[in-house]
C-alpha cells in the first residue's frame, strides 16, 4: 500500500486511569487485529506487555501497532499516562500526526491530561477527543466539555451525544447524521443498531448539529456566507471544513462512549479516517543546523521521491536484540541500505526491518515516507538521531529531554552482578534518555537518576527479572542545586616554580548571581593584554569544571555569572594550564564568600481528595511546607494543586490513602528550584558530611 493519503500515524494518550490501554484494545479487536480482547484488571492486553505492566494495570511504555479500518492504515502508539513516563508521550507526539486524547467522563480533564494536551499543543499535533467511562458512577459528558473549554482552552467540537448516563449508558447520537447508535448488553462491538434518536434527546442533538455547523463553517468564508443566507451546506462541506479546522488545531471533535463496555468505538476509528490529517497534510518537519541547533527554513517534505530523512523515537531492547523504531519523514528505506546517522557521522547498513504489533512483528523488505517501523541491530543510535542519505546529510529537530530530580544508589548483592548490571543498565539509558547514571568515585556506588519514585522502582524491578540482577537500594536522595545570593571581586595566583619553567597564571574577576535558569555564564572585559586573550578560554574551563561540585555539600551550581576584568601574566611561565588551575582556585576561594546557598527542587502537586478529607489534605501539605495554589470542587472531590519541596513528598502516597480511607489520588511534576530555609539546607549539608566520612 503506497497512497499516502490513505495512513494515518496516530497516538493514544491521558491521564493514568483515563481508558487509554483499554481503548486500544477495543479499536485491535473491531479492526481484527486480536481475536480475544484482553483486560487491563487481568493483565492479558496486547500493548501492556511487560510483566511490570500486567501486574500494576499501568502502561510503562508507549507500545506500537498497525491496523487497517476503511481501506486506511492506522499506525497507533498506545502512551503511558502517569507522569513519570511523561517521555514515553513526548517523543512519540514528536513522530505522530494525530491523536486521541482519552479522558474520564467522570474524572475529566486530569492533571496528567494537561501536561500531556500541552505538549501536544508544542508539537501542533490534531487531535480527537474521546470521553471514555460514560458507564461510571458520576459520570458527565457534559462536565468534561466544559472542563476541555476551561481547563486546556481548547475548543471541543460536540460529534456525538450520550444516551443514558452511569448504570443506563446504552449508546450515542450522532450529531451530524441525527441517528442514534444503541448497543445491547452482549458486549460485543458489532452488536448495534442504528436507530431514531430517542424523543428526549430529539431538541438537544438539533441544537448540537446547529452549533456543529456553525462552528464548522467559519473554516469556509464562502460557505459561511451561504450558511447565513439560510442555505445548509452539503455532508461533504461539512465534513472537508470539520477536516480542515481539525488539521489547523481550530476545534477538537469529541466523541463519547465506553471502551470497556464495547460502545462507541467505530465513530472514533470512523473519525480518525474522516478528520485527522495523513503525513502529507501535516506541516513537515523543519531541518536544523547541526551545529547550533537553530532551524534552517528547510522542511522533511513527506515525499518517496525525495532523499531519505527519519528520526529514531525509541529505543528497545527484547530477546532478539535492539529494536530502533524509526518515523520515516521522507524517502524510502530498503533492506541493505546504507545510511548515515547525522548525530555522529557514522553510516550503518539496514538488516532487518519489521512491522511491530506490540510485542510481535512482521518482517518486511522497504518502508516509505510516512511509515512507522522498527530496525533489528542498529549500533550507534540513540533517540532523537536523525538516519537520512550518505549523499544529503541533513538534520531533523531534536527531542529535548526533561532532568532527573530524584536518585537511589545501588549496588548488586553479589560479585558477579556488577558486570551483569553495567550490560544491562547500558541497555536501560539507551532505552529511556530521562533515566541517566553515575558512578560515585569516592564510594564506588552505582547513582540511577529519574523522574519519580514509580519510575525508579520500575527500573529496580526490571534489573531483577529481566536481568537477573538483585540489587541493595538505598533511600532516594533529592537533587538539590546550589547557587550564590552575592557578588564579589577578588584576585587569585597561581604560581609554581620548581626548576626549569614555572607555571604562573594571575587572574583578578568579579563573580555575581545570575538569572534564575541561566546556568552559568563567563564573559572576558580583559583589555590591555594583561591576561592575552588565547588563555580566555582556559580560564572559563577552570571555572565552568567546578560548576558540578559546589562549595555548601558538592552539588551542582547554578546560576553564576563570572567576569575576568584584568590580571597578570609571564612571557615564559604562562601557559592555558596555569590559568586553568588558577580559576579554579578562584572558585574555591570566592564561592564561600558570595553567600552560598542550597536550592531544592519543587514539585508541582496535583491532590484529588474526597470532600470531607480536604481540611486534612491541606494540612498534612501544608506541614509539608507546601504553598496551596488553587481548590477546584468537582461532583466526586475536590482538586487541591499547590507547590511542594520533593524532599518532603516521599512516600506521600501511603499517607494520602491512610488519610482518605485508600480514596485519596495525587500525580507531581518538577516545577523550578526555591532555596532551601536554613535548617533544612544545615540538615542536608549535615547528611552529606556524614555520608563522605562514612566512604
Request: charged letters at 25%; aromatic letters at 8%.
Amino acid at each position: 500500500m503506497t497512497d499516502l493519503s490513505k495512513y494515518r500515524n496516530i497516538g493514544i494518550f491521558a491521564h493514568v486511569d483515563a481508558g487509554k490501554t483499554t481503548s486500544t484494545e477495543r479499536i485491535l479487536k473491531l479492526t481484527g487485529k486480536i481475536h480475544k480482547i484482553g483486560d487491563t484488571h487481568d493483565g492479558s492486553t496486547t500493548t501492556d506487555f511487560m510483566e511490570q505492566e500486567a501486574e500494576r494495570g499501568i502502561t510503562i511504555q508507549s507500545a506500537a501497532t498497525t491496523c487497517f479500518w476503511n481501506d486506511h492504515r492506522l499506525n497507533i502508539i498506545d502512551t503511558p499516562g502517569h507522569v513519570d513516563f511523561t517521555i514515553e508521550v513526548y517523543r512519540s507526539l514528536k513522530v505522530l500526526d494525530g491523536g486521541i486524547g482519552v479522558f474520564c467522563g467522570s474524572g475529566g480533564v486530569e492533571p496528567q491530561s494537561e501536561t500531556n494536551w500541552r505538549y501536544a499543543d508544542e508539537s501542533h499535533v490534531s487531535r480527537l477527543i474521546f470521553v471514555n467511562k460514560l458507564d461510571r458512577m458520576g459520570a458527565d459528558f457534559f462536565k468534561v466539555v466544559d472542563q476541555v473549554q476551561n481547563v486546556l482552552g481548547a475548543t471541543p467540537l460536540v460529534m456525538t451525544l450520550p444516551i443514558g448516563i452511569e448504570d443506563d449508558f446504552c449508546g450515542v447520537v450522532d450529531v451530524l447524521s441525527q441517528k442514534a447508535y444503541i448497543w445491547d448488553d452482549s458486549g460485543l462491538p458489532e452488536n448495534y443498531e442504528v436507530q431514531d434518536i430517542p424523543a428526549d434527546l430529539v431538541d438537544q442533538a438539533a441544537e448540537y448539529r446547529e452549533m456543529l455547523i456553525e462552528t464548522a463553517v467559519e473554516q469556509d468564508d464562502d460557505l459561511m456566507m451561504a450558511y447565513m443566507d439560510g442555505e445548509e451546506p452539503s455532508l461533504e462541506d461539512i465534513k472537508r471544513c470539520i477536516r480542515k479546522g481539525t488539521r489547523d488545531l481550530a476545534f477538537f471533535p469529541t466523541y463519547c462512549g465506553s471502551a470497556y463496555k464495547n460502545k462507541g468505538i467505530q465513530l472514533i476509528l470512523d473519525a480518525v479516517v474522516d478528520y485527522l490529517p495523513s503525513p502529507t497534510e501535516v506541516d513537515p518537519q523543519p531541518l536544523t543546523d547541526p551545529d547550533t541547533g537553530e532551524a534552517t527554513g528547510e522542511f522533511a517534505v513527506v515525499s518517496e521521491d525525495e532523499s531519505l530523512k527519519a528520526l529514531a523515537f525509541k529505543i528497545m531492547d527484547d530477546r532478539f536484540g535492539a529494536l530502533t523504531f524509526i518515523r520515516i519523514y521522507a524517502g524510502k528505506m530498503k533492506k541493505g541500505d546504507t545510511i548515515l546517522n547525522s548525530a555522529t557521522g557514522k553510516t550503518e547498513r539496514i538488516g532487518r526491518m519489521v512491522e511491530m504489533h506490540a510485542n510481535e512483528r512482521n518482517e518486511i523488505d522497504s518502508a516509505q515516507a510516512g511509515d512507522i517501523i522498527a530496525v533489528v541491530g542498529m549500533k550507534n543510535v540513540k533517540t532523537g538521531h536523525t538516519l537520512c542519505d550518505p549523499k544529503h546529510e541533513v538534520t531533523l529537530e531534536p527531542m529535548i529531554f526533561p532532568e532527573p530530580v530524584i536518585s537511589i544508589a545501588v549496588k548488586p548483592k553479589d560479585k558477579n552482578g556488577s558486570e551483569k548490571m553495567g550490560i544491562a543498565i547500558g541497555k536501560m539509558v539507551a532505552e529511556d534518555p530521562s533515566f541517566q547514571v553515575e558512578t560515585d568515585e569516592d564510594s564506588g556506588e552505582t547513582i540511577l537518576k529519574g523522574m519519580g519514585e514509580l519510575h525508579l522502582d520500575i527500573k529496580v524491578d526490571i534489573l531483577k527479572r529481566t536481568y537477573g540482577v538483585e540489587l541493595e537500594v538505598g533511600a532516594p536522595q533529592v537533587a538539590y542545586r546550589e547557587t550564590i545570593t552575592q557578588a564579589v571581586e577578588d584576585s587569585y595566583t597561581h604560581k609554581k616554580q620548581s626548576g626549569g619553567s614555572g607555571q604562573f597564571g594571575k587572574i583578578d574577576y568579579r563573580i555575581r548571581p545570575g538569572e534564575a535558569g541561566s546556568g552559568f555564564t563567563f564573559k572576558s572585559t580583559v583589555v590591555g593584554g594583561n591576561v592575552p586573550k588565547e588563555f580566555w578560554p582556559a580560564v572559563e574551563k577552570g571555572f565552568a569544571s567546578m560548576m558540578d561540585n559546589g562549595v555548601l555539600a558538592g552539588f551542582p551550581t547554578l546560576d553564576v555569572e563570572v567576569e575576568l576584568f584584568d590580571g597578570g601574566f609571564h612571557a615564559v611561565d604562562s601557559s592555558a594550564i596555569a590559568y586553568e588551575i588558577a580559576a579554579k582556585g578562584a572558585f574555591r576561594q570566592s564561592m564561600p564568600k558570595a553567600g552560598a546557598q542550597l536550592l531544592e527542587p519543587i514539585m508541582k502537586v496535583d491532590v484529588f481528595t474526597p470532600e470531607d478529607h480536604v481540611g486534612d489534605v491541606i494540612g498534612d501539605l501544608n506541614r509539608r511546607r507546601g504553598m496551596i495554589k488553587d481548590q477546584q470542587a468537582g461532583t466526586t472531590g475536590v482538586r487541591i494543586k499547590g507547590d511542594v519541596p520533593l524532599s518532603e513528598m516521599f512516600g506521600y502516597i501511603g499517607t494520602l490513602r491512610t488519610m482518605t480511607s485508600g480514596r485519596g489520588q495525587f500525580s507531581m511534576e518538577f516545577s523550578h528550584y526555591n532555596p532551601c530555609p536554613n535548617n533544612v539546607a544545615e540538615q542536608v549539608i549535615a547528611e552529606v558530611k556524614e555520608r563522605n566520612a562514612k566512604k
